[in-house]
């Protein structure tokens, strides 16, 4: 059973705006959680993390938020960027053991 | 080049035979990982490795073989391909179990017949 869930295959938006990937978990041990970014025929790349102890995390243009009561977490962008087009992972883990990750969201940043 | 390679990147193998997935890294990290990546089920770990000639199972470790008898190679072996098996495998490394950011390399798209 998938413990860590991308409901949205896919997401279109426009250059200049906001793109808001989310993310969602069943196991309420998990405390650690990543987002990688994956280019076609390359393997994925480290994006930002962040804690259970965190609600927010920033980087950048990129902003990671985590509501724990809901077991949600979001990854926004903000202004999307055409090179911003890859599919975006989010992965979670409790301390010392393996990450789950998810089915991926498909992030298109038209021009 | 300094990072983590795989090999061979493609590879088209029939059912029953044995096939080795070779993975390097040129870090010194001490854990390595095997992933597969399926359409619906994102990236799952097959095996771990903490250190040379120790090495741990993952979520789907059935069919599949490890070793590690070097920190900087992970091989992954596919004792008798079976069609689920097709699918894009990545390796990574990591320096530490705490240190969670994974680098993974550039993947191996296998197709079982």
């Not at chain 1, 991308?6 to 993310?23: A, F, H, K, T």
């Not at chain 2, 699918?87 to 017949?113: M, N």
Request: charged share 20%; with cysteine; aromatic share 14%.
């Amino acid at each position: 059973d998938q413990q860590v869930k991308q409901n949205s295959p896919s997401l279109s938006v426009q250059e200049g705006r906001i793109s808001i990937l989310n993310c969602d978990y069943t196991n309420s041990m998990f405390d650690y959680f990543l987002w990688y970014k994956k280019y076609p025929a390359e393997g994925p790349t480290f994006l930002i993390s962040i804690s259970s102890i965190k609600d927010k995390n920033e980087d950048g243009r990129f902003t990671v938020f985590l509501n724990k009561s809901a077991k949600h977490l979001s990854l926004h962008i903000v202004p999307s960027q055409p090179g911003d087009s890859a599919v975006y992972f989010c992965a979670a883990s409790d301390t010392g053991n393996q990450f789950y990750f998810g089915t991926g969201t498909s992030l298109t940043v038209i021009p | 080049d300094a990072g983590i390679t795989q090999s061979p990147r493609y590879k088209i193998t029939e059912t029953g035979r044995q096939v080795t997935l070779m993975c390097h890294q040129t870090w010194s990290h001490s854990y390595m990982f095997w992933y597969r990546q399926d359409l619906g089920h994102g990236l799952r770990l097959i095996y771990y490795s903490a250190a040379a000639d120790i090495t741990d199972k993952g979520e789907v470790p059935d069919g599949y073989v490890v070793s590690r008898s070097k920190t900087e190679n992970f091989p992954l072996t596919l004792e008798s391909a079976t069609r689920s098996q097709t699918s894009v495998y990545f390796c990574a490394s990591s320096e530490s179990w705490a240190i969670y950011e994974q680098y993974f390399g550039p993947g191996t798209r296998l197709t079982v017949t």
